[in-house]
């Protein structure tokens, strides 16, 4: 067990729809990194958010937002969903926003798009 | 641009033989070098990386991996395959001065055959 906590852990949801994913980091861990995991395009880094502050970007469309609130949990929501959003999605943790840090996964949400 | 390869999607060796997986990468200047394995229905664990100083780096469960400047490569070992090593194994590359963002490979599928 990594200590990462997500929920949910699968997600059916119809297009145009709107979720929230959420994942709570490792005790003690500030930095909290989404990745999103398709058979077509493999494992992409999303975002990355380190004591409540936007560190960095990745490939993450405009559809799709994320915060991470005072108690350090964050929330990845994805908006108006295609079928192509449906993917593995992994938060991530790790103490320092380094990114010569390992990083502990979460089991991810699986997000299915019908 | 940074990159990395996992030149082979699929790795079979026979259980006590050597086994070695893959990745060579792409960035400008020096890189930031992981190997994280993913087993089903889990997340992605750490298992190794190199930062600095000496090439040939050890980590979990008895594997190792050996930065060679010259090839660009970061080949993941391990002298004696275990069944339970069967898993998806992932290279992740990031420059020490490049954009925030760590670039996975595509992934290689170890199954180790008793």
């Known amino acids: 067990d990594s200590g990462v906590t997500q929920t949910p852990k699968h997600l059916i949801t119809a297009t145009g729809q709107r979720v929230t994913l959420r994942c709570s980091p490792r005790?003690?861990?500030?930095?909290v990194y989404w990745y999103q995991q398709s058979l077509d395009q493999g494992l992409q880094f999303l975002i990355q958010?380190?004591?409540?502050?936007?560190?960095a970007k990745g490939n993450i469309l405009e559809r799709f937002s994320a915060q991470q609130f005072p108690d350090l949990h964050s929330e990845l929501n994805l908006s108006s969903l295609e079928l192509g959003d449906s993917a593995l999605y992994f938060c991530?943790?790790?103490?320092?926003?380094?990114?010569?840090?390992?990083?502990?996964f979460g089991q991810g949400t699986r997000l299915t798009v019908v | 641009a940074q990159s990395v390869a996992q030149p082979e999607d699929q790795v079979n060796v026979a259980e006590g033989n050597p086994l070695t997986v893959k990745c060579t990468y792409s960035?400008?200047?020096?890189?930031?070098l992981f190997w994280y394995v993913q087993y089903p229905n889990r997340g992605l664990q750490f298992l190794l990386k190199?930062?600095?100083?000496?090439?040939l780096v050890k980590g979990s469960y008895g594997f190792e991996a050996e930065f060679n400047k010259s090839q660009t490569s970061f080949h993941l070992k391990k002298p004696s395959a275990l069944v339970s090593d069967s898993a998806l194994y992932f290279c992740?590359?990031?420059?020490?001065?490049?954009?925030?963002?760590?670039?996975f490979g595509t992934g290689t599928r170890l199954t180790v055959i008793p």
């Open positions: 991530a943790s790790s103490v320092s926003p380094k990114w010569n840090t390992e990083a502990f």
């Open positions: 005790s003690g861990d500030l930095s």
């Open positions: 958010y380190y004591n409540g502050e936007e560190r």
């Open positions: 960035v400008s200047g020096n890189p930031y």
């Open positions: 190199y930062i600095t100083g000496d090439n």
């Open positions: 992740a590359v990031r420059a020490v001065t490049g954009a925030n963002n760590l670039f």
